[in-house]
């Protein structure tokens, strides 16, 4: 009972969405006695769902991973016709003999969108029926907390991350390295295996609706909100999944990119603003956006980044709206069109 009760306090008590992934999955092997458990994220769009493993807990040793930039790299989830399954119920599948003659348990980890992932459990004898339902316990303790976090983290209307998360966003991922909250388990060692992009600048970009108060004038706020909506659907189109999107206020937006090199930046932001460019808005027509960026140093806070990338984009305004302008290249006198540069490797999101 006093493992359980720790568990349900350290899940409580995280506020990042990862650790408490992690947690959960440490937390269950160790109350379930699993000989290993293995932790899947789903990744990528809804026709091209993909699986990263996030962690993997072997002999009281785990190995965490990051999502890779090129989701491509992942198998599918139509791949694991057992995983495949477990998502579309959104119930636990059926035992079935793992390749050690154990007994493997696939519970899917649900959040208030559907099915973010899989919590595998493999024990050398199948799960009793308490142990079953203590799991299926744990899992809408975590999914409770989660909806939880995401009233907190995002914006109603959009989806997006909020303002507030914004700051707490940009100083964790400022952090070369994360620790993983294990504290009240005794895991041995830790391994983290850095992302593909690890090494490279991390850029910051402010995104703004031009002429945003015309649209409200003239069609109405309802209206404008469909816009705000619209843009951010395209948003999560257009960027990768490890890419960080904010709606900070009104029709202010901020990029928090993956980790990439400097030539690739402005034609990945420029690519975004074609897209919106010509995509038709419902009841409103065409719609533009003026954007800045900058790259984060290792001093950079929050607000210092994003100061930066405001008033390059506001010389984007001011040069006449719908353009992309580097900071870095405002301040040398020397600005490049964004549209010149070379596409991101691997540019699909």
């Known amino acids: 009972m006093s493992k359980l009760v720790d568990a349900l306090a350290d899940l409580s008590a995280l506020r990042d969405r990862e650790d408490l992934e992690i947690l959960m999955a440490l937390g269950a092997a160790e109350l379930l006695g699993a000989s290993a458990a293995r932790l899947w994220r789903i990744a990528g769009r809804p026709d091209d769902l993909r699986l990263h493993e996030r962690a993997l807990l072997i002999d009281r040793s785990i190995t965490i991973s990051e999502t890779p930039s090129d989701l491509h790299d992942l198998p599918t989830l139509d791949s694991r016709?057992?995983?495949?399954?477990?998502?579309?119920?959104?119930?636990?599948?059926?035992?079935?003999?793992?390749?050690?003659?154990?007994?493997?348990?696939?519970?899917?980890?649900?959040?208030?969108?559907?099915?973010?992932?899989?919590?595998?459990?493999?024990?050398?004898?199948?799960?009793?029926?308490?142990?079953?339902?203590?799991?299926?316990?744990?899992?809408?303790?975590?999914q409770n907390h989660l909806t939880l976090l995401d009233y907190s983290e995002n914006d109603e209307l959009?989806?997006?991350l909020n303002r507030k998360t914004f700051e707490a966003s940009f100083a964790q991922l400022a952090q070369a390295e994360k620790p993983t909250r294990a504290d009240s388990i005794a895991v041995v060692r830790v391994e983290r295996r850095r992302p593909s992009g690890a090494g490279r600048p991390r850029w910051l970009a402010a995104l703004d609706i031009d002429f945003f108060k015309r649209i409200n004038d003239r069609f109405g706020h309802p209206r404008g909100d469909e816009v705000l909506v619209q843009l951010a659907r395209l948003m999560r189109a257009s960027f990768r999944e490890s890419d960080r999107l904010f709606r900070c206020g009104g029709e202010e937006f901020v990029i928090l990119l993956d980790p990439t090199e400097a030539q690739y930046v402005g034609a990945v932001l420029e690519r975004f603003r074609g897209v919106v460019e010509a995509?038709?808005?419902?009841?409103?027509?065409?719609?533009?956006?003026?954007?800045?960026?900058?790259?984060?140093?290792?001093?950079?806070?929050?607000?210092?980044?994003?100061?930066?990338?405001?008033?390059?984009?506001?010389?984007?305004?001011?040069?006449?709206?719908?353009?992309?302008?580097?900071?870095?290249?405002?301040?040398?006198?020397?600005?490049?069109?964004?549209?010149?540069?070379?596409?991101?490797?691997?540019?699909?999101?």
């Open 81 to 142: 016709p057992e995983l495949r399954a477990c998502y579309d119920s959104k119930i636990p599948a059926p035992v079935e003999p793992d390749d050690n003659g154990g007994r493997r348990h696939v519970f899917p980890m649900v959040t208030a969108a559907g099915v973010a992932g899989f919590l595998v459990i493999f024990r050398v004898r199948p799960l009793r029926d308490d142990q079953a339902r203590l799991m299926t316990s744990l899992l809408r303790i975590y």
């Open 158 to 160: 959009t989806g997006l």
């Open 279 to 349: 995509f038709d808005f419902p009841h409103v027509g065409p719609v533009t956006v003026s954007m800045g960026y900058t790259c984060v140093g290792a001093g950079d806070t929050a607000l210092s980044a994003f100061g930066r990338a405001d008033e390059a984009l506001y010389a984007a305004k001011r040069q006449g709206r719908n353009q992309v302008i580097c900071y870095e290249e405002l301040t040398s006198g020397d600005i490049m069109p964004a549209a010149a540069l070379a596409p991101r490797e691997a540019p699909t999101p």
